[in-house]
């Protein structure tokens, strides 16, 4: 009787340690869409699926960018600042709370902006500063700098293989590369400022990597930029000013967000040829893709902050080019990243 009493517990603690782990990942699994209000100061946290409100979270000044932990439970909100000054904070916040974790002084770095998040380091662009840095999520500091020498370093991305940072810089005209090897900070001969047009401001990586994309704000033109020269070999006439430039995840397109004309445009990347356009009511900014890339995330915010309407996130059926769901987040909505959707 013992043994079978033992053997009956032991199968109960397999069990209950089954169901844990099931619901722990169904936890992880479960899937947000976080959007920052620069006018509200706050990010807000979204169901994708239904396009419900589902938290708000105060941040810093100015909040511009966000980006998610690889298991959607933690997001990082880049705290720009605004007319009261440069920010200089990065706001760490637990999603499943709605609370903000803590708020990391930066200075003397200042105008934190672009962010990209590898395992537990998160690098971002010090505008004001003329850098990139890391910060360590697990020890809470920053741990490396390194200056580009450029104005207005605003975005950056990176590598698949985690070695090749790329960052646009809006008063420079350029775009700087940086060759970081696991073993050793990058030093100045591993550094390359790529001559671009003007006020490059957004940048994306090819998935292959072989190609970054630039937005000219003031030429509304893409650039496109080949990684093995390191030299430009295109200028795309999109005829406006694109707020942003995203890769689809597969590669095959590229999404720009049309801040004159109020468009969404999608370019062939293998080609460079458009391929359509959608007229918004809005004006469209941040960009997010769905796992498979088959839903887009827009933040879109209204051409006068006075007229009716709301600001709004928009959900895009990308292949039918339909607004399949929409909610109002808050007041000046920007960044804006998404997980397991």
């Known amino acids: 009787m013992k043994i079978k009493n033992y053997l009956n517990l032991k199968f109960l603690a397999v069990l209950v340690l089954a169901l844990s782990a099931q619901s722990a990942r169904s936890q992880t699994a479960k899937p947000v869409l976080v959007v920052l209000n620069k006018g509200d100061a706050s990010m807000v946290i979204i169901d994708p699926v239904t396009m419900k409100v589902t938290g708000e979270v105060a941040v810093g000044d100015g909040p511009h960018e966000v980006v998610l932990s690889a298991d959607g439970k933690t997001a990082f909100v880049a705290n720009y600042g605004g007319q009261a000054g440069p920010g200089s904070t990065l706001s760490v916040i637990d999603i499943a709370t709605a609370k903000e974790l803590r708020r990391v002084d930066l200075m003397p770095l200042m105008r934190p902006h672009g962010l990209h998040l590898i395992g537990t380091k998160l690098y971002f662009t010090a505008e004001t500063n003329r850098a990139i840095a890391r910060y360590d999520t697990v020890a809470n500091k920053v741990d490396w700098i390194m200056g580009t020498g450029q104005n207005g370093s605003h ?18 005209d350029s775009v700087t590369a940086i060759n970081f090897p696991q073993t050793a900070p990058p030093g100045p001969s591993q550094i390359v400022h790529i ?7 957004a940048i994306d ?7 970054v994309w630039v937005g000219l704000n003031a030429e509304g033109m893409a650039e496109v930029v080949d990684l093995a ?3 430009s070999v295109a200028k795309i006439d999109i005829k406006g000013r694109p707020y942003r430039v995203r890769f689809t995840p597969d590669g095959k397109y590229v999404i720009c967000t049309m801040i004159p004309t109020r468009e969404i445009l999608v370019i062939e990347a293998a080609t460079r040829k458009e391929v359509k356009r959608m ?10 893709f769905s796992a498979d890339g088959k839903t887009l995330f827009i933040t879109a915010g209204r051409p006068d902050p006075n007229s009716a309407g709301n600001d709004q996130v928009l959900k895009i059926d990308l292949e039918k080019m339909t607004v399949t769901g929409s909610v109002n987040p808050g007041i000046a909505p920007d960044g804006i990243a998404v997980f397991g959707q």
Not at 155 to 172: C, E, H, L, P
Not at 205 to 211: A, F, I, T, V
């Open 229 to 231: 020269t390191a030299k």
């Open 279 to 288: 007229k918004l009511d809005n004006i469209p900014l941040g960009v997010a």
């Open 205 to 211: 990586l090819s998935p292959d990597g072989k190609e």
């Open 155 to 172: 975005m950056v991305v990176v590598s698949a293989d985690q070695k090749k940072f790329y960052t646009a810089n809006i008063g420079s």
């Open 195 to 201: 001559p671009v047009g003007k006020q490059p401001e």
